[in-house]
């Protein structure tokens, strides 16, 4: 099949190169337009090294083109550009039995001189790749993929697929074999537009579709998250609602504080009602705290609004992904890609080193602190004193959730939040003290407290050892240790 498409390009004429560009994995060749040819302009070869061996017809225009040219690496498109640019198809030659195929170019040099060059092709499973050597001078010029010998390989016996071609042919063989017949591709018209068509399917199939599927997958991750982070919202309305409902009560208990000051347990109001007030807390304090309570639960009622909001329009932005078939997360990664080569790699990599230089350790070896995955979200466990502090000062986010054994030495443990919900799930709070308690001087003690709250109320004073800090506010659970 190789040999054939060859054969009927060169049947055309004697094309000229007008581009090059090449990746790791592709090596395009675009042809200059040729009107006695029938060749217009923008189509290219596609020399594809992985996932498949194969020789492909593409236009500049078509998607797939399009993304097989933004993989390209600079350095290799000028390397196989000077050498190739310019140059006129003038031979193909290699042996059907092989999957190896050689063409032959010339080219005038800056020197006035004629010089010749040869492509081969290996198209092996597992062993594809492409070189480039002179004829003339400079024998070995360039190279892609698995290395193999410039010359023709030997074969003696005729292969599977040139024993079932000989079988499907017959006669007409040598025709088939040479690119004069074009039923050796399915479609209409020549065998140059019938390979133009099965290129651009089998483009289709081997890199569009798998891009458009893997989008569709992360569609669906994507909501299942925002699903999950809807029910979180949702626990937290009730929880602030409930709160709000205090602020009532309260309201009653204030108004009777003349009467009632110091009183403890259950109390009764002067219309009949029976208010019971928290275990060991007075009238004075549960007034007090209701109040706090109440405002605090306005305020995270108002924060939990405007997060739905935005839930909401991350829902609306998938279903107009979805409704594109994958092309706007497609899209995605080509336009930050470009952006990148735009802005170039200075802020970039200087963002990225000093972040990977906040995250090691004090020593230089390895990470500050260990990652754990607790029913979804990422437990983070600091290695040591110095560490416990970059765990929490550079590593954590304000509101991710930070614990830490009470009144003994241990590590510093952080809970991811980056969906900023207000309390984590019972089950990951426990869990992540179990680690906390277990990774103290408190291992060997029984059931110990454990102390939470917001990394963002966690404080280190000037003057503070490595690991000690001060807590702003802060809630306890007891818990076993456990690894």
């Not at 009107?35 to 236009?59: D, K, T």
């Not at 290129?199 to 699903?227: F, G, H, N, V, W």
């Not at 009602?273 to 004075?284: F, K, V």
Request: net charge positive; proline share 5%; glycine share 10%.
């Amino acid at each position: 099949m190789l040999f054939a498409l060859a054969r009927a390009r060169l049947d055309m004429g004697e094309g000229a190169v007008q581009s090059v560009w090449a990746s790791p994995r592709a090596l395009a060749l675009g042809w200059a337009p040729d009107r006695l040819a029938g060749l217009g302009p923008g189509l290219a070869w596609i020399f594809l090294v992985s996932p498949v061996q194969e020789l492909w017809l593409l236009h500049e225009k078509q998607e797939a083109y399009l993304a097989l040219k933004s993989e390209s690496k600079t350095d290799l498109s000028r390397l196989w550009s000077q050498e190739l640019k310019g140059a006129r198809l003038c031979d193909v030659m290699g042996d059907p039995r092989e999957r190896w195929i050689a063409f032959e170019f010339r080219r005038r040099a800056i020197t006035g001189r004629i010089e010749g060059m040869q492509l081969s092709f290996q198209a092996i499973p597992g062993r594809g790749g492409l070189r480039l050597d002179g004829l003339d001078l400079n024998q070995a010029r360039a190279g892609m993929g698995t290395p193999f010998p410039s010359k023709q390989p030997d074969c003696e016996a005729d292969t599977p697929p040139l024993q079932r071609w000989r079988e499907k042919w017959g006669g007409r063989f040598d025709d088939a074999i040479n690119g004069r017949v074009a039923d050796v591709l399915p479609g209409e018209g020549t065998l140059f537009q019938r390979h133009a068509e099965w290129s651009t399917q089998r483009a289709d199939k081997l890199l569009l579709q798998p891009k458009i599927q893997a989008a569709s997958r992360k569609i669906i991750k994507e909501r299942q998250r925002l699903d999950r982070y809807g029910k979180a919202l949702a626990a937290d309305r009730e929880r602030h609602l409930g709160a709000i409902g205090l602020r009532e009560p309260a309201g009653r208990l204030q108004a009777e504080l003349w009467r009632l000051k110091g009183a403890c347990g259950s109390v009764e109001l002067l219309d009949g009602a029976t208010i019971e007030l928290p275990p060991g807390m007075s009238i004075e304090v549960t007034v007090q705290k209701w109040f706090t309570q109440a405002k605090k639960a306005e305020r995270g009622l108002l924060r939990v609004d405007a997060l739905e909001r935005e839930r909401v329009r991350q829902i609306m932005e998938l279903e107009r992904a979805s409704g594109s078939d994958g092309q706007t997360l497609n899209d995605a990664p080509k336009k930050s890609q470009s952006y990148a080569k735009q802005a170039g790699s200075t802020s970039h990599g200087k963002k990225k080193m000093e972040q990977e230089k906040d995250h090691k350790r004090s020593d230089g070896k390895g990470r500050a602190y260990r990652s754990q995955m607790v029913e979804g979200f990422e437990v983070l466990i600091g290695r040591g004193d110095a560490d416990n502090d970059t765990l929490t000062f550079k590593v954590a986010s304000p509101m991710d959730f930070w614990l830490h054994v009470a009144s003994v030495p241990g590590s510093h443990v952080v809970i991811r939040n980056p969906d900023r919900i207000s309390e984590p799930p019972r089950n990951v709070l426990e869990r992540a003290a179990e680690l906390a308690a277990f990774y103290s001087k408190a291992r060997e003690g029984g059931k110990v407290e454990v102390h939470w709250c917001r990394a963002a109320d966690v404080n280190k004073p000037r003057g503070f050892e490595p690991g000690k800090v001060f807590l702003k506010n802060y809630k306890s659970l007891k818990v076993y240790p456990k690894q």
